[in-house]
Structures are given as structure tokens and as C-alpha cells.
């Protein structure tokens, strides 16, 4: 089983075989043999997605139009970025609630130094997101050393500094960015060309199938199981296709976003952090059992400063988008749905509350979630109660699915 949670094909070697029919065949039964095992992994959000997507076109033609998912995928940015802070949080088996506010918070720095104070905008983003990582460290500290519950910590975060956010804005209470600021349009006008958008999906690909066969390999020489070369070929080609024709279809209207691209970005980064690194597989150790984690030597108390630092600093990254987005800071940046959305998109897309199991990926298919209801119920034009109400029982559907999933997984290890 991989640090993810992702069980693999128990094989001495990676096969060398073309993509043919008994090599589809294989890949696929290996697949379903993993969903009997409990291994459900993106299966339940995939399927969500695809059940909301139907029902809003059914109810609105233009849901799935190329104009409107474009405007979905911007939309994801800001709030997904946040999500995936909290996706490290919930890794270690904590929670943080004041994402919402450090993200508003930042937005309002951001704001003051650049617009009031004529900073330049790169020493003002800068402030802003270290103003976040401070914040991250704070919680970390408190959480180490006096072994304050972080529900508790953050809790109280969220209150204070919402009003740090409210002092920082002033009487005026709300501060517009420049149109013109290279900031503003990079979140709301800049597009890849044509060309480019296409290039990154097949380089996408490309570096997906290398690290896939670097892992078999590596993973063969030392007799360990493995991913077969005609799963990895399959895999490869779905992702393929799906992601051209992704990209066709958005290329019908403006494109692939830029800001959206950079959140897809901050996901592999993340993803290769977590799964690539020593300071990942801590993540995924502690999460799993902090005891078993220190004595097998792990640093517990500094897995958890960084990923409390990581988590807001990522936050106030979000904020930052949020704010480039809307072209303004003002008193309710981050308040309203940010911080219960960030957090439910984070256990929607996969991410378990009990800690040790999630990926990265669980921000961007969360998020996506989150965002699909929300744009779905905006074109039927239903109040944003509904959305509240919906929501809520995805989430606890998701909760549910992870619960049951857990204990098929335990049923068939003693089996």
C-alpha cells in the first residue's frame, strides 16, 4: 500500500505489455479489486460529480456550456487553494476554522500596502502571505507547547482575526485593487492560448506516465509490488483523452484560465510533496498514529508547525485570489460560505477527519463539487439557502461513504 492509501497490483516486476485487450482487461480488474477492498478512493466524488452534472443540465441547458464551466473552473481558484491547506490539516488528524478569516485578513494587507501604502506588489504579496504563515506558526506553537486542542485554537482565530481584518481595513472598510494591476489580470483576463493549452495537457500526461514508470521500476528493483506497465498505459491514455477534450471544449470560449492552471499547479506541488518526499510520508505517519510516528523517530512537533504554516499561508494565498478576483478587498472577504466551503470541499473530495488518508487531488475534486452545486443552483435561480441545505447533505454523504470505506478496509485486513 502506498503512503496515499492507494493499494497497488501485487506483481514481482512491471509487465511489458502493449495496451491490448487482456491488458485493459487486467488494469480494470485490478481496479475493481481495489473497490472491493474498500479502497474507494475518488470513485464516490467522480460519481457525484457526474450525477450533479447530469441533473443541472437536465434542469438547464446551460450548465455544461463551455461559457459556463470556464467561469466554474475561475471559480474554483481562490477557494480551492484554501481547501488544500486544509486537506494538510486533516492529514494530521486536526482542524483548522479560521481559514476563512486569515484568508479575509490577508486580502486586507494585500489592500492596504499596495493601494494606501504605494508598496510594490510584490513586497505586498509577500506580507500578505507571510502575515499568513505567522499566523500558521502561531497555532502550531500553541498546539506543541501547551497542547491546546486545535478546534479550540483556531476557533478563537477565526474571531480575532476577523477583527484584526476589520482594523487593518479602516472606516472605509473597503479598498479596490487597480484594474490595471498585473495582479487583477492575471485572476480575471488572462487566458493560455490555444496552443498552450493543449501543450501543458499532453506535457501533463507525459510527466504523470514518467513518474508512474519511475515508481514501478523503482519499485520492481526492490521486489516490491507494483503497477503493471498496461495500467499505467491505461491510465495514461484515459487521462489523455479527457484532458483534450477538456481542453476543446473550454477552448470554445475563452479557454484555460491562468489562475486556474496556477491552482492546478499548487495541487501537484503538493501532491509530489506528499507522496514524493520524507517530510510527506511523516504527514501521512502522523495522521496514521502520532505514537507510532515518534518512536519510529519522526519530528511530530514540527509535522505539525509546518502543516499549520502551510495551511495558512496557503490561505492567505487563497484570499489573495479571492481579492484579484473581485478586484477589491473589503469587510466581508473571507466571511460568508469561504471558510465552511473550504472545509467541506476538503472532506467531500476524499480527505478523512480521522487523519493518515487524502491526497492533494481531494482540493481540486472537493472544490469542483462545491462549485458546481452552487453554480448549478445560481442558473436556476434558487436562493442561497438551498445551496446551504444541498451541501450539507453532500457533505454528510461523503462522511458516510469515508466511514463505510474504513470499515470495509478493516474487514478485510482481518480477514
Known amino acids: 500500500m502506498s503512503a496515499g492509501g492507494e493499494r497497488v497490483t501485487e506483481v514481482t516486476a512491471p509487465e511489458r505489455r502493449v495496451l491490448s485487450g487482456p491488458a485493459v482487461r487486467e488494469a480494470v480488474g485490478g481496479f475493481v479489486a481495489r473497490i472491493r477492498g474498500g479502497d474507494l478512493g475518488a470513485v464516490p466524488v467522480v460519481v457525484g460529480i457526474a450525477v450533479i452534472w447530469t441533473v443541472f443540465q437536465l434542469l438547464n441547458p446551460v450548465f455544461l456550456s463551455s461559457e459556463n464551466l470556464v467561469n466554474l473552473t475561475m471559480q474554483c481558484a481562490a477557494i480551492g487553494t484554501i481547501a488544500l491547506g486544509v486537506v494538510l490539516v486533516l492529514l494530521v488528524g486536526e482542524i483548522d476554522l479560521s481559514v476563512g478569516s486569515v484568508s479575509g485578513l490577508a486580502a486586507a494587507v494585500l489592500a492596504v500596502t499596495f ?34 486542542p486545535s478546534f479550540v485554537i483556531t476557533l478563537a482565530g477565526l474571531l480575532g482575526f476577523l477583527g484584526l481584518q476589520l482594523w487593518v481595513l479602516g472606516e472605509t472598510g473597503s479598498i479596490a485593487l487597480p484594474f490595471d494591476s498585473w495582479l487583477v489580470q492575471f485572476a480575471q483576463q488572462m487566458f493560455l492560448p490555444v496552443w498552450a493549452s493543449y501543450a501543458v495537457a499532453v506535457l501533463t500526461v507525459a510527466a504523470f506516465t514518467a513518474s508512474r514508470l519511475r515508481r ?79 518512536r ?27 481579492a484579484a478576483r473581485l478586484a477589491s478587498a473589503n469587510q466581508s472577504s473571507g466571511t460568508g460560505d469561504v471558510n465552511l466551503n473550504a472545509i467541506a470541499a476538503a472532506v467531500i473530495g476524499g480527505t478523512s477527519l480521522f487523519g493518515g488518508r487524502g491526497s492533494a487531488y481531494a482540493a481540486l ?49 482481518r480477514a
Open 115 to 148: 493601494v494606501q501604502l504605494q508598496w510594490n506588489l510584490i513586497l505586498a504579496l509577500v506580507a500578505a502571505i507571510a502575515i499568513g504563515c505567522l499566523v500558521g506558526l502561531l497555532y502550531g506553537y500553541l498546539f506543541t507547547r501547551f497542547g491546546l
Open 216 to 294: 514501478a521500476r523503482r519499485r520492481a528493483a526492490a521486489n516490491l509490488a507494483s503497477q503493471s506497465y498496461a495500467e499505467i498505459a491505461v491510465r495514461s491514455a484515459v487521462l489523455l483523452l479527457f484532458l483534450l477534450a477538456a481542453t476543446w471544449y473550454l477552448n470554445l470560449y475563452r479557454g484555460v484560465g491562468v489562475m486556474f492552471l496556477f491552482f492546478l499547479a499548487l495541487v501537484v506541488a503538493m501532491d509530489f510533496a506528499l507522496t514524493r518526499t520524507r517530510w510527506g510520508r511523516a504527514v501521512y505517519a502522523v495522521g496514521g498514529s502520532v505514537e507510532a510516528a515518534r
Open 296 to 322: 519510529a523517530g519522526i519530528r511530530v512537533d514540527r509535522i505539525y508547525l509546518s502543516v499549520f504554516a502551510l495551511c495558512s499561508s496557503l490561505a492567505a494565498l487563497g484570499g489573495i485570489l479571492a
Open 365 to 413: 475534486i472537493g472544490i469542483v463539487v462545491i462549485q458546481s452545486i452552487s453554480s448549478g443552483l445560481t442558473l436556476l435561480n434558487l436562493d442561497s439557502s438551498v445551496q446551504f441545505m444541498v451541501t450539507g447533505v453532500v457533505l454528510v454523504l461523503a462522511v458516510i461513504v469515508d466511514s463505510l470505506s474504513r470499515r470495509t478496509r478493516a474487514a478485510a485486513g
